[in-house]
């Protein structure tokens, strides 16, 4: 079975330049997640997504920050414009919504540096 | 919102030594607590999890523990070989599905030879 799939890896950009990232989750998995993971510490959500419906996005910095995950699928996180403080590892999971099992399969993850 | 502390942020064992990493929340409605493994230049991957309804469960080297009345748990790790060195996290969410996790800040595990 095909995991978590993310791009790019890595990605360098200036301040308030913009940027996206992709994700395309494990065949299936109707519930989709963004995590923002700052170096040195655990992952924080940003964003939940229940088939192509946006279920939590409390910790979103909406004025900058924004994702869309089209016919259910793959989903793309957006940072316009970005900030120095973006700097982290971007990790996308996805899980299948089934009673009992609520295991989240994390991605690898595109590590992004603001400069 | 729940919030998760982890403890202690660095663990260095000998190989064959046990380690402990321990957690608290805050939330009472909580009744998922996964713990995860992240090795360098990889994404978590879960390595065991326990609903309320149980007290310990064991997975050969590895073993939870939960108390709800204190709003704690555990991880141990039995037996250290060098390739449990990582960062460890634990978790907790509200929800049995559909779960909105919220991360621990994370202990780095290193096992010396």
């Known amino acids: 079975e095909a995991g978590v799939a993310q791009s790019p890896r890595y990605k360098i950009i200036e301040k308030r330049q913009s940027v996206a990232f992709w994700c395309n989750p494990i065949s299936g998995h109707a519930t989709l997640y963004w995590y923002q993971q700052i170096l040195g510490q655990g992952p924080k959500l940003l964003i939940q997504?229940?088939?192509?419906?946006?279920?939590?996005d409390s910790q979103l910095p909406k004025d900058r920050f924004s994702a869309e995950r089209l016919k259910g699928v793959d989903s793309t996180l957006k940072i316009q414009p970005a900030k120095l403080e973006d700097s982290a590892v971007y990790l996308c999971?996805?899980?299948?919504?089934?009673?009992?099992?609520?295991?989240?399969?994390f991605g690898q993850g595109t590590r992004l540096t603001v400069v | 919102g729940e919030n998760v502390e982890q403890h202690p942020s660095t663990l260095s064992v000998q190989e064959g030594d046990s380690a402990v990493i321990k957690c608290t929340y805050s939330?009472?409605?909580?009744?998922?607590f996964p713990w995860y493994k992240q090795e360098l230049g990889k994404g978590p991957q879960l390595i065991i999890d326990?609903?309320?309804?149980?007290g310990e469960k064991k997975d050969q080297r590895i073993a939870v523990t939960l108390n709800k009345t204190a709003k704690h748990f555990s991880l141990h790790i039995t037996e250290t070989q060098p390739e449990d060195s990582a960062v460890y996290f634990c978790a907790a969410s509200p929800e049995a599905a559909g779960n909105k996790l919220t991360f621990g800040g994370g202990t780095r595990v290193l096992v010396k030879p």
């Open positions: 999971a996805s899980s299948l919504l089934t009673g009992g099992n609520t295991e989240a399969f």
């Open positions: 997504f229940q088939n192509n419906g946006v279920v939590d």
């Open positions: 939330d009472s409605a909580s009744n998922y």
């Open positions: 326990i609903r309320s309804n149980v």
